[in-house]
């Protein structure tokens, strides 16, 4: 009943307010007459208002003695009574003399003009991220920034990786802090080993589940714009949380008038066939070449079998009047049991166990307001279906904001959102042999090329038993290493739902003119449950896991804000405040032990022995900080800023959990000394200096014990295997950084350019100590890692006509790595071991992070070295490095182009070098399963007949004289090919890339048409392309943004998922 009345008092609120209005529309031009796009049209004195389209027309609702504020960054302000707004009404806005007016919102949420500040920051608005649709609005931010990289993979949902200028902590988070509204938001990844006690084995590429990344939650619909604080400078007020750097998402508010958007569009997702594995279609199943001989007919004689028990495809040669018993010989629902089928590559490959994705996305938001205050509320549903079978995910969003102004001095205000995301057949990742869960283990590793998918298809669905193409043998009908993979998916399949409440309420009080105080209380929470299957009948032990999940964090924020004008050309301004922030994790995990009693029931009760002990965890952290910042600008020219912050954290020892971080920043606008330049529009030298840091990871200070299974009904401890440490101190990074800023031309010229260093101590690392002590490892500050580099964006205005214009935005970046010292003497630190394949992750000093090492060719002349037997030579160290994940610069370059009210813009990304180990091609040519292990040989032979018949192949290379090689030597499972007479250094790719991005094209309904139509303020009309095009890539088979996910161990593939093109059609309607 509540909710009745509350619902009928906004409609009456709402009607009474529209009544008193009316509509204004007109159309805004610059001085040339050519229209202006997104010119803010605001109402003097409140938040209503709206902007611009693409062809300069604005509609806006207001009353005879409102006054509408024109604005535009490199335009003046320009201010007309509403009463004189009518039909035909057209205003020319005038170009101001520079971009010092142009408003960035900086830390803490405080918005700052650009010439006051004297540190790194970009910012892109919320329709150029919403109106791509990406996945999430952190993949939207892809090739957009300089200084930025996003790491993902293909998985349905999977987690992302938002990293500004390097990999700075060794073992700790190196994510970025998103602030949304003023308010930490947790983004902590959602991958997660099926054991339950984190990712440590996932994060090493063997099998579980990516169930997301937190920030995901967000709506892109509901952003208004996103600022990037890159450097220490910019952060330093967010103390140990913004150490990584911070984005800062603005959401969209209430404004004056009554306003509806819906949003609606699908998208359709079809298969990269460049980064799915090419088979090759002249030999099928056996490690070698031979057939099981069994007497399959009942005539007496043996019959020809195919090698059922091998995941390899270095069998017996094609061929079409060759008939043999193959796995659905022993099928006894399928049709051809106990038949011979001619023995040929399958009609239908691997490939076509992909279905076409398809997401459709609904939004609806409502604003309002008046003088007294306004109001948002909205609605968003996401649905989308994944490209493997029985994979969805499905997101409902709702959310609320109201400010309310009790006077002229005091306004009050609350925000909320509630996010429900419910997933199934979310993808296995990494290699996942026990139990199939990632398909694509088998599908790029280990595979029968005369295995046809849609016969697996048929008969999983026949009877929904693992009837798979790997038994054990014609007499042993049980799978041997694979599942049939429809079995995989229907069976032995993830659920998961996520609950989530973020919000807000605040009270700002105007002091004076000058003077602000805002105080705010915020929540953010959300509840888990994942639950995980495998069924009785699989090649692992069948099981069930449950894992319940819970986070909750609590902010409490005071700010005092001081902007005054202490004379005409100096403006002080000072902020002062404090901080305080409680969190509190929770898991506990439970499985089934030893298998289920009954297949599809899926309970720890169906447990066959009592189940496993539980695993609970809770963490609590609590940090204390206050704060304070001082900006004196001069004549709009000189600009001097300093900051200092104090946070005291619960993670930390007593004694140093109280630590500082200060800032210095120096800006000079020097565009008025050169004023009789007219073509120099704009010009900024900047510079900085600061230290942020980080605390510890929750429970490393003091030792505790270790739960284990009970003895009989006594509960057992023992000691943990880490010695925790009571003298850890906080890690830091001290920071520099100097930049410049101009444009030219009225502006048509944009050039920002910009050198950092930071250098990141006291790493907080476990070190390996002997095991005499009782321990593995110890927990210590130790380590200096070092980042450098520069960043750099352009833009561009190449033409701009009435009716046409071209606007590009280039960015690009380059960051340096080194790791310049670790503990005591030590010379390695391995971050990641135990990798299929015999690879190690490294922390090397003197080198970038994240080195990979094995086993490399010996070289001469820079040439591989063969031996005798014409294989290749060996290094004797099987820790030799191998490979640099780090790459040498990201870039991407942004093109937008409008004709009247059609618009067209697309973006190229791009990655030079960044190398990575491919499990796939070290286990896919070691099985025989790509092109590159058959064809002929330069005699015109198989290559897999034997020498001494003319086959064979000849490694490239050089004998140790030099020569070059001219031996033939057998291409047989495990020589030519072999993973142990081939170094991993052969499978060691180079990772750049150049891909077609995004590419949208909208056509916007013209303003004339809209009036007759009167429901409409405004209607688009979308098509949006995602990864159209990879133009260039070196890795094959794959695509080289596929990692291990959105950790810090990168460099490194594993059963990788083929890429998707996406192809959205949207509808925008505004009300």
Known sequence: MKRKLLLFFLLICVTSLHAQEKPRSG??????????????????GSTGGGFTDAAGAFRVQAKDNDVLVFSMIGYNRTEVPARNVGAGFSLKLPKSESQLTEVVVAALGVNRRRNQTSYAIQQISGEEIARVRAPNFMQGLSGKIAGLSIQQNNVLGGSTNVQLRGIRSITNDNTALFVIDGVPYNNQSGARHTSGLGNSLQRLGFGGYDYGSAAADINPDDIESISVLKGAAATALYGSQGANGVVLVTTKKGKRGLGITVNTGVGVATLVKSTFPKYQNEYGAGYESHWFNRDVNGDGTPDRVARLDADASFGMPFDPNLMVYQWDAFDSTSPTYRKARPWTAAAHDASHFFRPGVSTNFSAFADGGSDKGTFKVGYTRNDDRGIIENSKITKNLV?????????????????????????????????????GRNIMTSFRQWWQTNVDIKEQRAAY????????????????????????????????????????????????????????LLARASLDTYDELREERVNLGSTGVSTYKRTNASFLENNYDLLLNMDKDLTDKLNFKALLGGNIRKQKSQTIFAETNGGLISDRVYSLTNSLNAPETPYEYVGRREVQGI????????????????????????????????????????????????????????????????????????GIVNDVYVGESPFGSRPQYRISTSKNNGSLKPERTNSIEAGVEMSFLNSRIGVDLTYYRTRTIDQIMPVNVSRTTGYSYKYLNAGTVENKGWEATLSLVPVKTPDFAWNVQANWSKNNNLVLALYGDAENFSIGTGFQGNITLNATKGRPYGMIRGRDFIYTNGQRTVGDDGLYLLTPNLNAEIGDPNPDWIGGINNHFRYKNLSFSFLVDMRKGGDIFSLDMYYGLSTGLYPETAGLNAKGKPTRSPVDEGGGVILPGVTADGKPNTQYVENTYEVAFGTSTTPQKAFVYDGSYVKLREMVLTYSLPQPLLSRMKAFKGVDLSLIGRNLWIIHKNIPYADPEDNLGAGNLQGYQAAAYPTTRTVTFNLKFKF
């Open 627 to 698: 704060f304070s910042g001082v900006t004196l600008s001069w004549n709009d020219m000189i600009t001097l800023d300093g900051t200092v912050r104090r946070d005291a954290s619960s993670t930390l020892p007593d004694g140093n959990n109280v630590y500082y971080y200060p800032s210095g920043s120096l800006g000079f606008t020097f565009t008025k000394l050169l004023s009789d330049l007219r073509w120099f529009s704009h010009g900024k030298l900047r510079a900085n200096v600061a230290q942020v840091g980080s605390d510890a990871p929750i």
């Open 399 to 435: 959310n609320f904001s109201g400010t309310l102004n009790l006077s002229d001095k005091i306004t009050v205000g609350a925000m909320t959102n509630y996010s429900h995301i419910e997933g199934k057949g979310r993808y296995g990742t990494g290699y996942d042999g026990d139990y």
């Open 461 to 516: 669905f026949r009877n929904k038993r693992n009837a798979t193409w790997n038994y054990h043998s014609p007499s042993d009908l049980t799978p041997y290493y694979w599942n049939n993979p429809y079995w995989s998916i229907y069976e032995n399949y993830e659920t998961d739902a996520r609950s989530r409440y973020f919000g807000n309420v605040h009270v700002n009080y105007k002091i004076a003119p000058w003077l602000n």
């Open 27 to 44: 159309l805004v031009t610059d001085e040339a007459g050519m229209p202006l796009e997104r010119v803010s049209v605001q109402i003097k």
